[in-house]
């Protein structure tokens, strides 16, 4: 209940507060890049949390590059740097990530 909780408040967070109002595909694409940071964690709380933390970093800093004007490129190369910095974390370090082996094995109190 808390984790739903806290997805629907992360969603009022970005339709109302970020965009003032609602748009289709304003997550674009984050929800992927969420699955990947728990990969990139090995399913520890504190290590998702960092990564997490790095994720939120990279999507900071490419605002402030586009609005310093310190690079002169086009701005969906800046939308898509925190994309590609998940991507090459995951490639450097989450190469031998194991799954918990009860993952998808649904819990029955009777068989138990």
Known sequence: MISGALFGVGGVYFSVAQFNAFTFGVISGRGWVCIALVVLGRWDPWRCA????LFGAVDALQLRLQSGGVIDLPYPIFLMLPFVV?????????????????L?????KEER
């Not at 960092?50 to 933390?53: D, G, H």
């Not at 974390?89 to 082996?101: E, G, K, Q």
């Not at 998808?104 to 029955?108: D, G, S």
């Open 86 to 102: 998940t991507v090459a974390a995951m490639a450097v370090l989450a190469r031998n990530a194991r799954a918990p082996a009860a």
């Open 104 to 108: 998808l094995i649904p819990y029955r």
């Open 50 to 53: 960092v990564a997490a933390l």
